[in-house]
């Protein structure tokens, strides 16, 4: 007997974003003993410059393959009907279920994931803020995911 569409669905998310997950919490690392300041954004040599990359496209796709592919799958397996559900009111049914912490917390991550992925301020100390939430955001990311990850292993 083939597995259900939906565990399949919910198989392939989770790999997605067990995938995603593991290449970023490298970068973070690799970012973290490299110890970037507020100049070094604008002097980056080639192996900075790859790392960077690697976290500017981890991050982003480990937030966009939670929200459209882990999440709904989760609600699915978790017997809800999410056809009529807009992303909002999942972030939201997924906190009433104890998944997130915070429907808006979730938003705020989005918020600083777009900013960092497609806004480039001028100033140098604006970048370099900006990188800096994002690392935090891919952080809380990371921290969600293996939250996700506990409370499946239960269902």
Request: hydrophobic share 45%; aromatic share 8%.
């Amino acid at each position: 007997m083939s597995p259900r569409p939906e565990s399949m669905a919910l198989r392939l998310a989770r790999e997605t974003c067990a995938a995603h997950a593991q290449a970023l919490t490298d970068a973070l690392s690799d970012i973290a003993a490299r110890g970037f300041g507020p100049g070094d954004l604008d002097r980056l040599d080639k192996a900075d410059r790859r790392l960077l990359d690697q976290f500017a496209y981890r991050y982003p796709r480990l937030q966009d393959d939670m929200g459209a592919r882990l999440i709904p799958a989760v609600l699915t397996a978790l017997g809800e009907d999410i056809v009529p559900m807009p992303a909002l009111d999942r972030f939201n049914r997924l906190e009433q279920l104890g998944w997130l912490t915070s429907a808006d917390e979730w938003m705020e991550l989005r918020q600083v994931r777009n900013q960092f992925a497609h806004e480039y301020p001028e100033s140098a100390e604006e970048r370099f803020e900006r990188f800096q939430a994002a690392v935090g955001a891919a952080r809380r990311l990371i921290d969600l995911l293996d939250g996700f990850e506990r409370r499946l292993e239960h269902l």
